[in-house]
């Protein structure tokens, strides 16, 4: 193999400081050559979280969005994104994908009693029996308010209360192919497109859905061989 050929397979420039593959030693971006790469079976998992407030988290559990299954568009919405990824990431190459799975996870179920914020438990009210001087000696208060509260009435709780680390949807990404380069990228696009998707068809019902962590878990082949974000 000629001296040319040989310092074209150098992925990284002898004077990148930074030892990044998509900087020249100009400094300036560009495309990686992996043409001299042999192909090898690669695997990258990312993930993603969504965060909805309590009446968008039943409508996907329950399959009631008014725009229709949300998990269902989302997972395709996350298939299609994968395999866009080389044009929307404009350093990523054209790779053909064996496999794209999304898959999901809810963070508790709707009859799980840890799922239910403290205002919603307490939207029953319960009827006690507290000496008066009146000539009722009933009222009404939440089962847990103060007892010296001095209204006969208590505050009552007027909707659900919102615990973002419960009303949360898990969303996963699996990408496989036999290629020259990986797909961490391709899992990465794929898992934000789903999470997206989600929002969209969630979105009439709450604006102030959360998205985050999302990252890498797994990538597999290659020549850094195996990694897990644990």
Same mark, same amino acid.
């Given at each position: 193999?000629?001296?040319?050929?040989?310092?074209?397979?150098?992925?990284?420039?002898?004077? %990148?400081?930074?030892?990044?593959?998509?900087?020249?030693?100009?400094?300036?971006?560009?495309?990686?050559?992996?043409? +001299?790469?042999?192909?090898?079976?690669?695997?990258?998992?990312?993930? /993603? *979280?969504?965060?909805?407030?309590?009446?968008? +988290?039943?409508?996907?559990?329950?399959?009631?969005?008014?725009?229709?299954?949300?998990?269902?568009?989302?997972?395709?919405?996350?298939?299609?994104?994968?395999?866009?990824?080389?044009?929307?990431?404009?350093?990523?190459?054209?790779?053909?994908? %064996?496999?794209?799975?999304?898959?999901?996870?809810?963070? %508790?179920?709707?009859?799980?009693?840890?799922?239910?914020?403290?205002?919603?438990?307490?939207?029953?009210?319960?009827?006690? %029996?507290?000496?008066?001087?009146?000539?009722?000696?009933?009222?009404?208060?939440?089962?847990?308010?103060?007892?010296?509260?001095? /209204?006969?009435?208590?505050?009552?709780?007027?909707?659900?209360?919102?615990?973002? @680390?419960? +009303?949360?949807?898990?969303? *996963?990404?699996?990408?496989?192919?036999?290629?020259?380069?990986?797909?961490?990228?391709?899992?990465?696009?794929?898992?934000?497109? @789903?999470?997206?998707?989600? +929002?969209?068809?969630?979105? @009439?019902?709450?604006? *102030?859905?959360?998205?985050?962590? *999302?990252?890498?878990?797994?990538?597999?082949?290659?020549?850094?061989?195996?990694?897990?974000?644990?």
């Amino acid at each position: 193999m000629s001296s040319d050929s040989s310092s074209e397979q150098k992925n990284v420039p002898e004077d %990148n400081p930074m030892g990044l593959s998509h900087i020249d030693s100009t400094g300036e971006a560009h495309m990686v050559d992996v043409g +001299y790469k042999n192909c090898s079976f690669r695997r990258a998992t990312a993930e /993603s *979280t969504i965060s909805l407030n309590w009446e968008a +988290y039943q409508s996907v559990i329950r399959n009631t969005a008014s725009k229709g299954s949300v998990l269902t568009v989302a997972k395709i919405a996350g298939i299609q994104g994968a395999k866009q990824t080389s044009g929307l990431i404009p350093l990523c190459h054209q790779i053909n994908l %064996n496999k794209v799975d999304i898959s999901f996870k809810f963070a %508790n179920s709707l009859d799980d009693n840890s799922l239910i914020g403290r205002d919603q438990a307490n939207l029953s009210r319960t009827v006690i %029996n507290r000496p008066s001087s009146s000539t009722s000696n009933f009222c009404l208060e939440d089962a847990d308010a103060p007892k010296d509260v001095p /209204s006969k009435v208590a505050p009552r709780a007027t909707s659900p209360e919102v615990n973002p @680390a419960k +009303y949360q949807l898990h969303i *996963t990404c699996t990408v496989s192919c036999t290629s020259r380069t990986g797909v961490e990228m391709e899992a990465l696009v794929g898992v934000s497109i @789903a999470a997206l998707t989600v +929002y969209d068809m969630c979105k @009439a019902v709450d604006k *102030t859905a959360v998205i985050g962590n *999302t990252r890498l878990l797994r990538k597999e082949g290659g020549k850094s061989g195996v990694f897990s974000a644990g």
